[in-house]
């Protein structure tokens, strides 16, 4: 049983283009993150939602825009999708929105061509 | 922002070794997590550990909020080991963590 699931796993497209990204969990939990980490290893907090509301949101293009329909899913969803964009792209749950041990899925690759 | 210093950066064992692995931070923290990276990517939390020391197995880990830093040990090191060791602090408990540039282990056979 996954815990926390990512589609899709590899995402290549054209430079221009809007994708998304979907993310599941079914551990239960309240709160959800999106992470980027980049070709060198680096991991970066995106986004963070608390039971369907937005409670952080880093520095990050506007062309970027979380959606959770519910506190089970967080999608990503990008516009415009630009070069730089590449990267490996994690969501991550936790129990709580506060101290609390987060919980990654397998990472979705994203290269724009 | 926060700077969390990791060290070293590279690191490789023959199996069997013990190794340390060092996080440094430059704020006082509420919580700092240690994550193993795998060679296929999968991120995989080791310890949440905001003060004190924790097992588990062949690994342990302790943090000194006082003096901004944290280890993690691992014993008797396995292939299974190798990847990427990350740290990871939250200044104001909040879950916002901020990652260390991380420490890749390569044990082997």
């Known amino acids: 049983d996954t815990a926390v699931s990512q589609t899709p796993k590899y995402l290549v497209t054209q430079m221009g283009n809007d994708k998304s990204i979907k993310c599941e969990q079914n551990?239960?939990?309240?709160?959800m993150y999106w992470y980027k980490q980049d070709s060198k290893k680096f991991l970066k907090i995106m986004f963070s939602?608390?039971?369907?509301?937005?409670?952080i949101n880093e520095t990050v293009p506007n062309r970027f825009s979380p959606k959770s329909p519910d506190k089970a899913h967080l999608n990503l969803h990008i516009n415009s999708l630009e070069l730089g964009d590449s990267a490996v792209y994690f969501c991550?749950?936790?129990?709580?929105?506060?101290?609390?041990?987060?919980?990654f899925g397998p990472g979705t690759r994203l290269t724009v061509l | 922002g926060i700077q969390v210093e990791q060290s070293p950066p590279d690191l490789i064992l023959q199996e069997g070794a013990n190794s340390t692995l060092r996080c440094n931070f430059s704020?006082?923290?509420?919580?700092l997590q240690w994550f193993h990276q795998n060679p296929w990517g999968q991120l995989i939390n080791l310890f949440y550990?905001?003060?004190g020391t924790k097992q588990n197995g062949r690994l342990s880990a302790t943090t000194v909020a006082t003096e901004r830093y944290s280890l993690l040990y691992i014993s008797s090191s396995q292939t299974t080991d190798s990847g990427v060791y990350f740290c990871?602090?939250?200044?104001?408990?909040?879950?916002?963590?901020?990652f260390g540039s991380g420490t890749k282990l390569n044990v082997k056979p």
């Open positions: 551990l239960g939990h309240d709160t």
């Open positions: 550990i905001p003060s």
């Open positions: 704020d006082s923290v509420n919580n």
């Open positions: 939602y608390n039971n369907k509301e937005l409670i």
């Open positions: 990871a602090v939250d200044l104001y408990n909040f879950n916002k963590f901020y």
């Open positions: 991550a749950s936790s129990q709580d929105r506060m101290g609390d041990t987060q919980y």
